[in-house]
């Protein structure tokens, strides 16, 4: 009898883990569904008006920015893992891990950066007219608030991607196929364009995919350049225009779109083959650079990590020295609280969430376990705004029906119980980023060999306890590896942040974007180089990976957990 209340409260921790699986699968579908709903009874003439005044130039901006970021990505960071991985010149190792740190820079946070520095009253422009002798109109300088400046800031932050995934491709390359190649006439230049890249163009492709998810789900960089994107249209319908019709629209045709490349990802790495050298593997050797050569391969390596890292740091650091915010007082305490409550609540459900999917895929692997688990990977390709309005919807619907129910019937107002509160937006989060929670657990779990649940199963160990006494100790590192990445990643949103949080709690990113909408840039560059600082955490983790040049693992672990997709090398295809 006394064992009665322990193995009820197993079976129902064992209940738990199994339906908790397909409910938090039910959220994140939730938002998309919500949409398509939404879009589809939105009325037609709000259709008809989008086609004539705003669908055309949206789609043909949101589509010059994706060339644009995909062809920067894929240049900058194909050559610059070809480069560090496969010759040798001063600095070389040093390049490794610094290619990577533009990654913990939000591409808003570039912007407001490079803004400063290069607008008309900005310091460049400025020394120009002096030594010069101009005056405003004599001469012509780049528009860094355009198309072409925004896509710049989203390369700069982005080509990492393409780099750490082209890297871990070259590095598992036998020198096999290449030098055969050289054996058959074939110089440096054609053997690398003939052999070597195709082999490495799955990797290639899928970082240049990511790149594009995160181009077209940008608001910050977009809104601030006064560029008008289907994100920037979707924030506009909701507040300025007051048409959720015309917002839950747009959002389809984003969330198409998004899809759309999510399922370019899966066919272009599903299609890929790649097979071993076997025992005749040969990695080849990096090759010295002398002379011309290897200078220009120092420029090459040390303009990204320049432009892309240590100019704005500084940039920002000479900007937030002159500002009159201060980290100390109590306005930006309540932003950092409220950011941290955010970030910290967000990244422990997310992982709890992804605990109980991935462990119902491990012990009661079937349809429905692999249908929940697609599911909750399909947050990755969607943006934060879509999500927002996706959940914004169907909620708000039930608050308004809720307070009219209540007013006629007891004469009450309940007001907006889910809209205005910070669970809503933390279920936003959760739905955006349990794809890298969930694919960080599975990276780890894949370490944990099967026969050690069937012998803990076959000593009388139930599911709950299997999860507690012997996985999460296993996978601690791959769950607060995790729970950071998912912690900055949150710091760093701003479409589902600036939509739906709660009146009068702002977060870093929140007042960062404020600021700069307000032309103080000064002051914006205090919360951002907090959101900086933190974001490089993760970065520093993967850089001490990148240390060793054998460390071609750490970037597909860094892949799997920034996006939720299992990126391999060479192949393609998952690894083992």
Same mark, same amino acid.
Not at 181 to 189: E, Q
Not at 347 to 357: E, R, V
Not at 547 to 572: E, F, M, Q, Y
């Given at each position: 009898m006394s064992l009665r209340p322990f193995a009820l409260a197993?079976?129902?921790? #064992?209940?738990? *883990?199994?339906?908790?699986?397909? *409910?938090?699968?039910?959220?994140?579908?939730?938002?998309m569904v919500a949409v398509l709903i939404a879009a589809l009874l939105g009325s037609t003439d709000t259709l008809r008006h989008l086609a004539d005044t705003v669908l055309w130039r949206y789609s043909a901006t949101t589509l010059q920015l994706v060339l644009i970021v995909a062809a920067g990505t894929a240049a900058i960071g194909t050559g610059a893992a070809?480069?560090? #991985?496969?010759?040798? $010149?001063?600095?070389?190792?040093?390049?490794?891990?610094? =290619?990577?740190?533009?990654? %913990?820079?939000?591409?808003?946070?570039m912007g407001y950066a490079y803004t400063d520095f290069l607008d008309h009253p900005g310091p460049v422009q400025t020394l120009l007219r002096d030594v010069t002798g101009w005056g405003p109109r004599d001469y012509w300088f780049p528009e860094i608030r355009s198309v072409t400046g925004a896509a710049v800031m989203l390369i700069l932050v982005l080509y990492p991607y393409v780099y750490l995934l082209a890297r871990a491709a070259f590095l598992q390359q036998s020198a096999t196929a290449f030098l055969a190649?050289?054996?058959? /006439?074939?110089?440096?230049?054609a053997a690398f364009l003939r052999v070597s890249l195709p082999m490495a163009r799955p990797a290639i492709a899928g970082g240049v995919l990511l790149a594009v998810m995160e181009t077209i789900a940008d608001y910050g960089t977009v809104s601030y350049f006064s560029v008008q994107t289907f994100a920037t249209g979707i924030y506009t319908s909701w507040f300025t225009m007051a048409d959720r019709a015309a917002a839950a629209q747009l959002a389809l045709c984003l969330l198409c779109f998004a899809l759309l490349l999510a399922m370019l990802e899966r066919m272009q790495r599903g299609a890929a083959r790649h097979y071993g050298a076997g025992k005749r593997f040969e990695r080849l050797p990096p090759?010295?650079?002398?002379?011309?050569?290897?200078?220009?391969?120092?420029?090459?390596?040390?303009? &990204?990590?320049?432009?892309?890292?240590? *100019?704005?740091? !500084?940039?920002? $650091?000479?900007?937030?020295? /002159?500002?009159?915010?201060?980290?100390?007082?109590?306005?930006y305490l309540a932003f950092t609280g409220n950011t941290v409550i955010l970030a910290g609540t967000a990244?422990? *459900?997310?992982?709890?969430?992804?605990?109980? !999917?991935g462990f119902r895929q491990r012990l009661w692997p079937g349809r429905r376990s692999a249908i929940a688990g697609n599911i909750a990977r399909i947050g990755y390709a969607v943006p934060g705004g879509v999500i927002a309005v996706g959940l914004l919807v169907p909620f708000a619907a039930i608050d308004n029906g809720l307070d009219a129910w209540m007013r006629a019937t007891f004469g009450v107002s309940t007001g907006l119980l889910f809209t205005g509160s910070i669970w809503l937006l933390v279920c936003a989060y959760l739905v955006r980023f349990m794809a890298a929670a969930l694919n960080a657990y599975d990276s780890g779990l894949g370490t944990v060999h099967p026969n050690i649940d069937a012998v803990a199963r076959t000593l009388g160990t139930p599911p709950a306890a299997l999860v507690r006494r012997i996985h999460l100790p296993i996978l601690r590192p791959s769950v607060l590896t995790a729970l950071l990445v998912?912690?900055?990643?949150?710091?760093?949103?701003? &479409? %589902? #942040? =600036?939509?739906?949080?709660?009146?009068?709690?702002?977060?870093?990113? +929140?007042? %960062?974007?404020?600021?700069?909408?307000?032309?103080?840039?000064?002051? %914006?560059? +205090?919360?951002?180089?907090?959101?900086? /600082?933190?974001g490089l955490l993760p970065v520093i983790l993967v850089c001490r990976s990148l240390?060793?040049?054998?460390?071609?693992?750490?970037?597909?672990?860094?892949?799997?957990?920034?996006?939720?997709?299992?990126?391999?090398?060479?192949?393609?295809a998952p690894a083992k």
């Open positions: 197993e079976r129902f921790a #064992t209940g738990l *883990l199994r339906g908790g699986a397909l *409910l938090v699968a039910a959220i994140c579908l939730l938002p070809w480069l560090v #991985t496969m010759t040798r $010149f001063p600095g070389v190792r040093l390049f490794e891990i610094a =290619l990577a740190l533009p990654l %913990a820079f939000p591409a808003y946070v190649a050289r054996a058959l /006439g074939r110089g440096p230049w090759t010295p650079l002398r002379g011309a050569p290897k200078w220009a391969a120092l420029t090459l390596c040390a303009l &990204p990590v320049l432009f892309g890292f240590a *100019l704005p740091v !500084i940039l920002l $650091f000479t900007m937030a020295t /002159g500002s009159e915010q201060s980290l100390l007082s109590a306005r990244s422990l *459900l997310t992982m709890f969430g992804a605990i109980l !999917i998912v912690f900055v990643d949150v710091m760093k949103e701003l &479409p %589902a #942040t =600036l939509i739906m949080r709660p009146f009068n709690f702002d977060t870093l990113a +929140v007042q %960062a974007h404020r600021l700069a909408s307000d032309e103080r840039l000064a002051g %914006a560059a +205090v919360p951002s180089l907090v959101i900086v /600082g933190v240390g060793t040049r054998n460390s071609d693992r750490s970037s597909r672990l860094w892949a799997r957990h920034r996006t939720g997709k299992l990126i391999t090398s060479a192949g393609g």
